[in-house]
């Protein structure tokens, strides 16, 4: 349990904490009250004097109900009762103000924290309220991402199960993913059966397709790394500044249709965005994310181990039609607005040109990988 104050020094947490060490013991039952012979009632509750002398004796009315010992003497010994409950204090001379907001039985007690004050984790129970890292959340958060749309969840769950944090569903989706949600129980994977709405904000899309996983990110892998396991013929895309989602998705969804298995980019994370895996419609679960910090000095680590790097240009270059494509080759692709940089277009060992009507300045980059991709794995596995 807890609470918060505010005053001009600052935001003050309350908090209650178990004071078990500190508990009293509980007060003994009332002894069975005698019946209506020998003792007088006001025996078995007040000690010697009869309820009746009490009331009606010599004595005055207060000493009739106190007689010669105060009234804490006969529910906690010898101490009186304001001693019991304020320490020395008499009942009456402690102002109201000063009480404790508690009752001196209770297991709770106040502390009070300031901002300042380093809190510290309680794991213990109803005690204390559990305290998370936000250093470790942080890290956390960065290493999950959300995927939603039915066929990039049914094809990431096929391939690496292991990887789901929680998961999300619509009731209409759900027979069609009976083997995940059995999986999902068994291994005490976390799932909810939601509305649309609230599917949406789990995914932050409406185009969720009814369905959202959060996952662990996969880790990158370097250029050398890559290479030690490359195979005779291959082909692997390398991306400049290409980071529309949608795009992505899309290379992606052609990469794993025409046998690529490896995409080069400085930034691995977009390619398992929510929107580009979703466009890719489970084809980014068989690509491997390459990652590079300086793309021009690792097209040179390929091109030692026998890649060809072909470019791709409008107006300059051969014709798709009349180029024999290499059987190891890194397909490098530029931003469709700026294209390649210079640099990148001079390391090139082929210059690629698709031809057209001339209508349009060029293709969308997708589009371009689509079909450069298709020819390559047309001559490569004829």
Not at 133 to 148: G, H, N, S
Not at 152 to 160: E, G, N
Request: positive net charge.
């Amino acid at each position: 349990m807890s609470d918060s104050l505010k005053g001009k020094n600052g935001k003050v947490r309350v908090m209650y904490v178990r004071k078990e060490e500190e508990e009293q013991p509980r007060r003994p039952s009332r002894p069975p009250q005698s019946g209506r012979g020998d003792a007088p009632r006001g025996d078995a509750r007040r000690g010697d004097a009869p309820r009746g002398d009490a009331r009606r004796g010599d004595a005055p009315r207060g000493d009739a109900r106190r007689g010669d010992a105060p009234r804490g003497d006969a529910r906690r010994g010898d101490a009186p009762r304001g001693d019991a409950r304020r320490d020395d204090a008499p009942r009456g001379d402690a102002p109201r103000r000063d009480r404790p907001s508690t009752a001196p039985d209770s297991p709770w007690k106040k502390m009070y924290q300031n901002d300042d004050t380093p809190a510290v984790a309680d794991h213990g129970g109803i005690s204390g309220k559990s305290l998370i890292d936000p250093e470790q959340l942080r890290r956390q958060r960065a290493e999950e991402t959300r995927v939603y749309g039915e066929n990039a969840c049914q094809a990431l769950f096929k391939s690496r199960p292991d990887s789901i944090v929680r998961a999300w569903f619509v009731q209409s989706v759900t027979p069609r993913f009976r083997d995940a949600l059995r999986w999902m129980a068994a291994n005490r994977k976390a799932y909810h059966v939601v509305e649309e709405e609230e599917l949406a904000l789990a995914s932050g899309t409406d185009h969720h397709g009814g369905v959202c996983f959060l996952i662990k990110k996969r880790i990158g892998l370097d250029a050398g790394t890559y290479l030690d396991k490359a195979l005779d013929k291959d082909c692997v895309l390398a991306l400049e500044d290409v980071s529309n989602p949608h795009n992505l998705g899309a290379m992606l969804r052609s990469c794993a249709h025409f046998g690529v298995k490896g995409v080069m980019t400085s930034d691995s994370a977009a390619l398992e965005s929510g929107a580009a895996v979703r466009t890719a419609e489970g084809g980014a679960e068989h690509i491997s994310s390459i990652h590079t910090d300086d793309l021009f000095s690792d097209l040179d680590l390929f091109r030692q181990a026998g890649y060809t790097i072909v470019t791709t240009s409008s107006h300059k270059g051969a014709s798709l039609g009349k180029v024999n494509m290499p059987a190891k080759m890194v397909l490098v692709i530029g931003q469709e607005r700026a294209g390649l940089s210079d640099a990148i277009v001079k390391q090139a060992d082929l210059a690629i040109s698709i031809g057209g009507t001339g209508r349009v300045e060029s293709l969308n980059v997708s589009v371009a990988t689509g079909i450069l991709l298709a020819e390559w794995w047309r001559q490569s596995h004829a």
